[in-house]
């Protein structure tokens, strides 16, 4: 993929809670973890064979699968069983000459009729024929029922933005949390990092994930709208920018102009308002670049019409 310019190559790269963006190693997106969930995903969604999704997700991470086999064959997630179906169809290819030769090398008596040898075979002796197959076992749809929830979340509100074996390990170590508790303790996690390293970019992603997470996930439109609130109050302001960045950076995006037009039709336009006045408040901070008075005035904009971010964003000026 091309990239439009530097800081959009920054703003892609995935956040790390254990790795600054300099450190992350180069496959740690390969981890264990990440790599079991996508392949039961593909089995028990996708509806492939466990071969299929072996070989679908080899050749789209590019890794030997060999390991991950071979783990959860160990714990019990997937064996190797007979594909009787397969042997029918063997059994119908083969002439009775064939049949014959097979039930007496066995050591079985031989039926006149050539049904009744394909029969004596399949009960017989099926291992001598039928080809392996790899299955996923009771274990593995009961791991995916367990873990089918936490995964759909992550992917739904995280997917792109962070590591899922960092999102899977803070669930593991707080048990007693459903799945949406962590996700939002995850993403917390990742806020305070952001600002901590003054990653713009990555503080915008949990805004971004928190906000689609009340408002689409849950259909809580009060906190969702305080997500909002903030990725604006902070696009506009944006103190956590590397300087370097500043000519490339679109303070008001699209996809959020969108965002807070919609969430006017669920609220009110006065609700908004107000949330926006006391959030403001909140943030205590000395270092603005854009002053309350023209954030609020900028938002009221946004509210009367569609596409005003457009001009709003020519007027921003950062140095």
């Keep these: 993929m091309v990239l439009k310019s530097d800081y959009e190559g920054y703003s892609l ?17 390969k981890h264990e973890t990440l790599l079991i969930k996508e392949l039961f995903y593909v089995i028990f969604e996708e509806h492939m064979t ?3 999704a072996l070989n679908h997700l080899k050749r789209f991470y590019n890794v ?21 179906d397969a042997l029918g169809e063997i059994l119908d290819s083969y002439n009775a000459k064939k049949l014959k030769k097979i039930l007496k090398s066995n050591g079985l008596k031989v039926p006149k ?34 873990n089918k929830n936490r995964a759909d979340l992550f992917t739904d ?3 792109g933005l962070f590591y899922y074996q960092e999102y899977y390990e803070t669930c593991m170590n707080n048990p007693e949390k459903s799945d949406g508790e962590n996700l939002v303790g995850f993403i917390d996690m990742h806020y305070d990092l952001a600002i901590r390293r003054s990653d713009h970019p990555g503080l ?37 920018l590397r300087k370097r960045y500043f000519k490339e950076y679109e303070p008001i995006s699209y996809s959020l102009n969108r965002n807070l037009v ?13 949330r926006f006045r006391e959030l403001w408040d909140e943030f205590e901070s000395d270092e603005f670049l854009v002053s309350y008075e023209d954030a609020f005035n900028y ?21």
């Design 262 to 274: 919609a969430i006017v039709d669920e609220l009110s336009t006065d609700h908004v308002l107000k």
């Design 113 to 146: 009729n050539l049904e009744d040898q394909k029969a004596l075979i399949i009960s017989e002796i099926p291992d001598k024929i039928a080809p392996k197959e790899l299955i996923a076992t009771e274990k593995a749809k009961g791991y995916w029922a367990d």
């Design 64 to 84: 030997s699968f060999q390991k991950i086999k071979n783990k959860l064959i160990r714990e019990g997630y997937i064996e190797e069983s007979l594909n009787l």
């Design 157 to 159: 509100c995280c997917e």
């Design 13 to 29: 790269k995935l956040r790390s809670l254990e790795y600054d963006l300099d450190e992350i190693p180069k496959d740690y997106f």
């Design 204 to 240: 915008i992603n949990c805004l971004q994930s928190k906000g689609y997470y009340y408002n689409v996930r849950l259909k809580d439109f009060e906190k969702g709208c305080d997500e909002l609130l903030k990725e604006y109050v902070l696009s506009i302001n944006p103190i956590y």
């Design 299 to 319: 938002l009221n904009q946004l509210f009367e019409d569609g596409n005003a971010y457009e001009k709003i964003n020519e007027i921003i000026e950062f140095s």
């Design 50 to 52: 466990v071969q299929e």
